[in-house]
């Protein structure tokens, strides 16, 4: 059975910056395509990055572009997302997920940003 488990989350003021991580038990790790994504209250579930099996190439939403940066480390098969710059508006429940060739998801991690 596949898990991903994401942790990091956590009250941060504006300007403050978080690191959240997302570790696999059960799937091949190395082969997946993975992306974090995010939900707020009211909206929709919202592609934040996006990174291919190898790590080679990655993408961001516009809203985080230049502020967040996905990475992941196949040998101890995590995914990070590092979050500088954050704002109120980042405040969402986020959620690593698999995307390719199946797809996975945590439960989530609580990011909460306070002006």
């Known amino acids: 059975q596949v898990h991903l488990v994401e942790s990091g989350g956590d009250l941060v003021q504006s300007g403050g910056s978080l690191r959240l991580s997302c570790v696999d038990s059960?799937?091949?790790?190395?082969?997946?395509?993975m992306a974090w994504y995010r939900q707020a209250p009211g909206n929709q579930r919202e592609l934040v990055a996006s990174?291919?099996?190898?790590?080679?190439?990655?993408d961001y939403a516009t809203s985080v572009k230049g502020r967040f940066t996905i990475s992941r480390d196949n040998d101890k098969k995590t995914l990070y997302l590092q979050m500088t710059g954050l704002k109120p508006e980042d405040t969402a429940v986020y959620f690593c997920?698999?995307?390719?060739?199946?797809?996975?998801w945590g439960q989530g991690t609580q990011v909460t940003v306070s002006s």
């Open positions: 997920s698999a995307t390719y060739p199946y797809v996975y």
């Open positions: 059960g799937m091949e790790f190395s082969v997946h395509d």
């Open positions: 990174i291919d099996h190898g790590g080679m190439f990655m």
